[in-house]
């Protein structure tokens, strides 16, 4: 009786070690990764309706950008990582403004150094 006690318990204990292995768990993002993540989907939005001329669409994506990027700039201790962010927030707003005058060249242009400038930000959380 001791034996089968003994090989359920280690059964079930297996099967409970494989069902916790196999469960598919994904880390989660800290703030800083999520807001590069919507800056870069933003950017990818931008970059997507320029080609179709979609200049509305590009003036609500850039003025979304520029605030949200304003907004975390001001609260980053880090000099460099400040500016940096700044700096796409003014971009942002550059871009938003050659859109609405339908200017799809300068669009271009500061999207280009808008993804430039994601790219280079240091990681850190707002």
Same mark, same amino acid.
């Given at each position: 009786?001791?034996?089968?006690?003994?090989?359920?318990? !280690?059964?079930?204990?297996?099967?409970?070690?494989?069902?916790?292995?196999?469960?598919?768990?994904?880390?989660?993002?800290?703030?800083?990764?999520?807001?590069?993540?919507?800056? !870069?989907?933003?950017?990818?939005?931008?970059?997507?309706?320029?080609?179709?001329?979609?200049?509305?669409?590009?003036?609500?994506?850039?003025?979304?950008?520029?605030?949200?990027?304003?907004?975390?700039?001001?609260?980053?201790?880090?000099?460099?990582?400040?500016?940096?962010?700044?700096?796409?927030?003014?971009?942002?707003?550059?871009?938003?403004?050659?859109?609405?005058?339908?200017?799809?060249?300068?669009?271009?242009?500061?999207?280009?150094?808008?993804?430039?400038?994601?790219?280079?930000?240091?990681?850190?959380?707002?």
């Amino acid at each position: 009786m001791k034996k089968v006690i003994a090989l359920l318990s !280690v059964a079930i204990f297996t099967i409970a070690i494989f069902a916790f292995a196999a469960k598919d768990t994904k880390p989660e993002l800290r703030p800083a990764q999520k807001v590069m993540q919507a800056r !870069v989907a933003w950017l990818a939005a931008i970059n997507k309706n320029l080609e179709a001329k979609k200049f509305k669409a590009i003036v609500k994506d850039a003025k979304e950008l520029a605030a949200q990027t304003q907004k975390t700039g001001e609260n980053i201790p880090n000099p460099l990582g400040k500016e940096i962010t700044l700096a796409i927030s003014t971009l942002a707003k550059d871009v938003s403004a050659a859109a609405a005058k339908k200017n799809g060249d300068v669009v271009k242009g500061k999207a280009g150094r808008d993804q430039g400038q994601v790219r280079r930000v240091p990681h850190q959380d707002p």
